[in-house]
């Protein structure tokens, strides 16, 4: 069983800033690409970030310059840092990860965090 358990969410003002962490654990053999997305009252989840096992990282253009994704591969989290944040950036912040279960034929299956509250008041 594998599970992506997020924290890190919370009430900032304008401007403000928060970390973001999701680890993967339980019977995993290798983590794969790694992201975040978030989802919005009455709109559709939308992708943030990822990053790939060498560091190689894509960040939608809404939060580029503010938001920054970083891994650690051996510990199997991923974090968001999120500054200058904006009442828009309101929303459930959930986990995204491909993982290769351990014990089971090697190929990527994707799963999801419970996701995260993050509310950003002006």
């Known amino acids: 069983q594998v599970q992506l358990v997020e924290s890190g969410g919370g009430l900032v003002q304008s401007g403000g800033s928060l970390r973001l962490s999701c680890t993967a654990s339980?019977?995993?053999?290798?983590?794969?690409?790694m992201g975040w997305y978030r989802q919005a009252p009455g709109r559709q989840r939308e992708l943030v970030a990822t990053i790939t096992t060498d560091g190689s990282t894509s960040v939608a253009d809404s939060v580029k310059g503010r938001f920054t994704i970083s891994r650690d591969n051996a510990q199997f989290t991923v974090a968001l840092q999120m500054n200058s944040l904006q009442p828009e950036d309101t929303a459930v912040y959930y986990c995204?990860?491909?993982?290769?279960?351990?014990?089971?034929?090697?190929?990527?299956?994707?799963?999801w965090g419970q996701g995260t509250l993050v509310t950003v008041s002006s």
């Open positions: 995204n990860a491909g993982v290769v279960p351990g014990g089971q034929k090697y190929r990527f299956l994707e799963f």
């Open positions: 339980g019977n995993i053999f290798t983590v794969g690409t």
